[in-house]
């Protein structure tokens, strides 16, 4: 069988990854966490969501190599537990160290990359400005990694947080080691020295004019095109920062929609348990999408990717190529029925 994947996506298109991605820091969060993605990859047949354990936010002052040993152990302990998962899929567990510029980079680096590489999906790198610090953390990250033996190259998901990061945003998308890229709201609305609005920092119901939001704010939503725009010319993923107003479960089903079906983004924060299932449900495909998808490929590949007509409509590569896109996504959600014709694709 010739692969979709293999005969419509390119070798700079971007890898699949998970459509949340799901931060904690404090030790019982991350347990929990790690305890809902086992359980959610069981319930779905699929790994729906990362987990990335926090050292930036997570490690208390003074405690950050004791913390870095913590999130270390985590890794492995749920790695471990994840071979027994299969064929629902292993653990995807990841770290978000200190920035390059902070006194404990190195030794988180040292300490989880070191003992656990192997088991990590990616490693985060906030406070990216460039691509000099990509190059830096590079040096650490990959002695760290040989010395725990891995043989693949370790994925980079970098934090756009300031206006020289969005100023750089297309050289540090186009870095070969870097998987995704992430839109850091809070230090972003806070690095322009009040120029904009504490509103920015959330989603509104615009009341008034001067409420512009996370969504409405022209530099805001400039700095997210920016990075949408640059993820896609380089095959990269696109991710959508917080929405801090957990509670509110409509409200954040309704910014990240937006998210993805505006500003382009291919996955989301969640910074709460009770927001993963709205991310997952907001970044699905819906039925008819899906299986209008599934029609079109099946056709496409019986008719070896030629040009069809399917129920009045001409479909070539680039509608097969659009239509594959939504049954990966659908695939990744778990959206796709296990009766439907497009699961051979997904099989091996």
């Keep these: 069988m010739t692969h979709p994947r293999d005969v419509l996506l390119g070798p700079t298109a ?26 959610l990859s069981h319930e779905l047949g699929t790994c729906a969501f990362d987990v990335t354990l926090d050292c930036e936010d997570g490690a208390p002052v ?9 999130v270390a152990e985590l890794v492995e ?15 995807r567990i990841a770290a978000r160290v200190h920035p390059v510029d902070h006194p404990a980079f190195a030794h ?14 990616h490693v985060m790198i906030p406070k990216v400005d460039s691509v000099a610090d990509i190059e830096l953390a590079l040096i650490h990250l990959d002695q760290a990694a040989n010395t725990n033996g891995r043989t693949t190259p370790l994925p980079l998901h970098v934090l756009i947080e300031s206006p020289l990061a969005v100023h750089h945003v297309a050289a540090i ?20 020295g ?27 939503v400039r700095a997210k095109l920016a990075i949408t725009g640059a993820c896609h010319a380089f095959g990269k993923t696109a991710s959508h920062g917080v929405v801090t107003e957990f509670k509110n479960v409509a409200r954040l089903e309704a910014a990240a929609r937006h998210a993805s079906r505006a500003l382009g983004f291919g996955r989301m924060w969640s910074i709460h348990p009770d927001q993963i299932r709205p991310i997952l449900a907001a970044f699905s495909p819906a039925a008819n999408e899906v299986d209008q998808a599934s029609r079109v490929v099946c056709a496409a ?29 659908a695939h990744q959600t778990a959206k796709l029925p296990a009766h439907d014709p497009a699961q051979v694709f997904f099989s091996a």
Excluded at 15 to 22: E, M, N, S, Y
Excluded at 108 to 121: E, F
């Design 194 to 220: 009040g120029a904009i609005p504490a509103s920015a920092m959330g989603t509104t119901e615009l009341s008034r004019p001067e409420d512009l939001d996370q969504f409405s704010h022209p530099l805001v």
């Design 173 to 192: 998308a186009a870095h070969p080691r870097v998987e995704s890229l992430s839109f850091g709201l809070m230090d972003f609305v806070s690095s322009h």
């Design 108 to 121: 988180d680096v040292a300490t989880i990359v070191g003992r656990s590489a192997q088991a990590l999906c």
């Design 14 to 39: 971007a890898t699949p990854l998970p459509v949340c991605d799901h931060y904690c820091g404090v030790l019982a969060r991350m347990v929990k966490s790690l305890a809902l993605q086992a359980e």
């Design 301 to 329: 590949h019986a008719a070896d990717w030629a040009p069809i007509s399917l129920e009045g409509h001409l479909h070539d590569r680039a509608s097969y190529r659009y239509f594959w896109q939504v049954l990966v996504r």
């Design 77 to 91: 302990s749920a790695w471990s537990a994840s071979q027994k998962l299969a064929p629902h899929g292993r653990a």
């Design 62 to 70: 003074g405690g950050e190599k004791d913390h870095a040993r913590m």
